[in-house]
């Protein structure tokens, strides 16, 4: 299925989603967005000056990189 004017993008959702104050990691990116590159998608949001922190998450031995949105509730 091609994409759209109508569908947001990845980044356009990615970005909504981080916007309504919630984090979001790669396992999350890829179930509700089917992004399987989320450090991918959070560099394209951040060139243009969104303010988005990262931090490492550290799970039994998994470890990844979980983002949020600055100055967002």
């Known amino acids: 299925m091609l994409k759209n004017r109508n ?3 990845q ?3 990615i970005l909504i989603h ?3 104050g919630k984090s979001i990691n790669p396992d ?3 179930n509700l ?3 399987f590159r989320l450090s991918a998608r959070i560099y394209d949001l951040k060139k243009p000056g969104f303010d988005i922190d990262s ?3 550290h799970e039994n031995v998994i470890q990844y990189a979980e983002y949020s949105m600055r100055g967002v509730n």
């Open 7 to 9: 569908t947001p993008s």
């Open 11 to 13: 980044c356009e959702r």
């Open 28 to 30: 999350q990116a890829s």
């Open 55 to 57: 931090r490492l998450v």
């Open 18 to 20: 981080l916007q309504t």
């Open 33 to 35: 967005y089917g992004c």
